[in-house]
């Protein structure tokens, strides 16, 4: 039983890390139905910022990390400006298509810059445990644990209580009616992009310790967290965290509970389940198409 | 330009539109005959592997660019071809069994994923897709018996009624071409017949094609099983190509490779196919071969515009640097895809087309005939 509890709780653990970089998929799917292949890779580049303000640079590790999320904002701003806004109103293939091209270039430029070594740094949660009776939690899991409740709680209500999170919503509504409203479409799209980058950073500091910093480790956790937030409804804040969860407490049972093979497949088993008989998601809405 | 007088329905769904169509297409396929004998053994492998990525490339325009069902799991169809081939040929079945055989298996399971899409769409369905591409991809990794999992499997070479075709000769060239034909023109026969058109259709708009009462399952599920086949095939080649495949080969990057394919050639139409995997097979050959050139060029530029020599040595040497580093090539592809995205969208089938009609029209022509509609975002929850 020990054992089963043990790994439910690193099950949740990896499921708030799926559940932390699912969420910048759902806030820019949320807010312009733009999904957003190269998250993984905004999450890997925020990381190899925060290699470079705090392990090069040597600056205090929450100096560094203010910086890295900074930094990460505003170059999710720019390949707002510069990749997503031109083809903004195409086919959504072509906008997918995109950010997998970005995410490529990304990848190997960073490879090319920071070399193909692990990196790590050095942060208050690398070491240290935190011991529950007979249960064992590693600092730098409950740190994602408790960073994705909190941000996602604080996304939650600035999309529901705030006039931006309001604006934003109308503009994944309809485009051309936000527009006809005053609202500063634009001004909102790169906004989301720059959140969802901030976020993207945030999981890449926070995953420093546990991942290692590597160009490839976007593309590995992004193709898990992209069912995560599939499994969860598209546009659904916490739908995110739950399937994340989902996601994470299914891999880490299967892996030790099921024969070897299943632990990487089951995710996407269970995901297809999922899509056959609610092909929204599980929190995503299901309303009836009209003409 | 040449406009020709359309009398009866028949003429205007006939392939070769007037004589300039025979002329072309003729001299082309007389040059790609010809092919074998007058280039190296080099280039005529990469030109089957034009012929590989070709077929896939149209398999994926009748899917995605025709019925506008999108697609990240064609390399698990082609890996599900390729296994096929391997396996039936170490049972000892002949060639002329196992090439149709692998099609039919291929296609039962591209059916079989064409049934989730019923009800997917958009970014759900991309989703199912790359799911089932994974699934398979640990299935051959773990059905040792038959696939030899990860240690891969050898595939021996064709042999086509007694006759030995090695994959490096002329027989194996004119088999991809005339497999790359055939495919082309059944895509070609499919989309004028109904199942095009209602292909077609369901992707202008579903709700509209399921008011004229055209059978959205029914069609959907054909495009899957029919895009699937043809992959199917260009996998039995593929493996006899390589000679060697393992579950490594065929990952999401292959699909993505596949579905660049269309982007860069152009998803309207089927010469994009083509044209699209002549660049991406191609892309290589040509980074590599200016890998060597560039550096020397670009110093020797410098110099003649008045940089010391030791400057320029220098810029050679940093040029080469970022040259040989090892992920350039990621880069290089990314840079493309987005470029193609955002000045080419059409690409290099309009580009084509937009020189042809340049000249056609020669002082009339404007930009405007093939600019985009751009729409407004709309939820796709209420569309």
Known sequence: ?291 | MRFVFKTDYDQDIRLLKHSGYWWSYGVLLAALIAFPYLVGSYLQSQIVFVFIYAIVGVALIILTGFTGQASLGHAAFLAIGAYTAGFLQSQGISFIVYFPAAAIITGAVGAMVGFPALRLSGIYLVIATIAFAFIVEEILARWESVTHGNEGMRVRTLDFLGQPVPRDGDAFYFLCLLVLVGSILLALNLLRSPTGRAFIAIRDSETAAKSMGIDLAGYKVKSFAISAALTGMAGVLFAHKMSFISPEMFTLLLSIEFIMVIIIGGAFGVHGAVLGAIFIVMVDPFLTALKDDVPVLGASLASSLGMSSEGSGKLRDTMSAIGSAAGLKGAIYGLIIMMFILFEPYGLYGRWLKVKLFFQLFPLYKKATFKRQKTYVKSERNR
């Open chain 1, 1 to 291: 039983m020990l054992d089963f509890i043990q790994q439910l709780v690193s099950g949740i653990a990896l499921g708030c890390v799926y559940g932390l970089i699912a969420l910048g998929f759902v806030l820019i799917y949320k807010a312009t139905e733009v999904v957003n292949f190269a998250q993984g890779d905004l999450m890997m580049l925020g990381g190899f910022f925060v290699f470079t303000f705090i392990g090069l640079m040597g600056l205090d590790y929450w100096l560094g990390f203010l910086f890295a999320v900074c930094a990460m904002a505003v170059f999710g701003m720019a390949t707002e400006r510069i990749l997503i806004r031109p083809i903004l109103g195409y086919p959504q293939f072509s906008i997918v298509m995109a950010t997998i091209g970005l995410g490529y270039f990304l990848r190997s430029v960073a490879g090319m810059i920071w070399g193909t070594d692990d990196l790590k740094i050095e942060t208050p949660f690398s070491t240290g445990v935190l011991k529950l009776g007979d249960l064992v939690i590693a600092h730098d899991k409950l740190s994602v644990i408790v960073a994705t409740v909190i941000l996602c709680a604080v996304l939650y209500a600035f999309f529901n209580y705030t006039r931006m999170g309001t604006a934003m919503r109308a503009t994944s509504e309809n485009m051309l009616a936000a527009y006809y409203m005053g609202i500063p479409v634009k001004r909102v799209v790169s906004l989301i992009w720059a959140i969802s980058a901030a976020v993207a950073a945030t999981a890449g500091v926070l995953l420093a310790p546990i991942t290692f910093i590597h160009s490839n480790v976007g593309l590995a956790l992004g193709l898990k967290a992209f069912p995560a937030a599939v499994l969860g409804g598209f546009g659904s804040i916490p739908g995110a965290l739950i399937g994340g969860l989902i996601i994470g407490v299914i891999e880490t049972l299967a892996g030790f509970y099921l024969p070897q093979g299943w632990k990487d497949v089951a995710p996407y088993v269970v995901l297809l389940i999922v899509l056959l008989v609610r092909p929204h998601g599980l929190f995503g809405p299901s309303m009836r198409k009209k003409v």
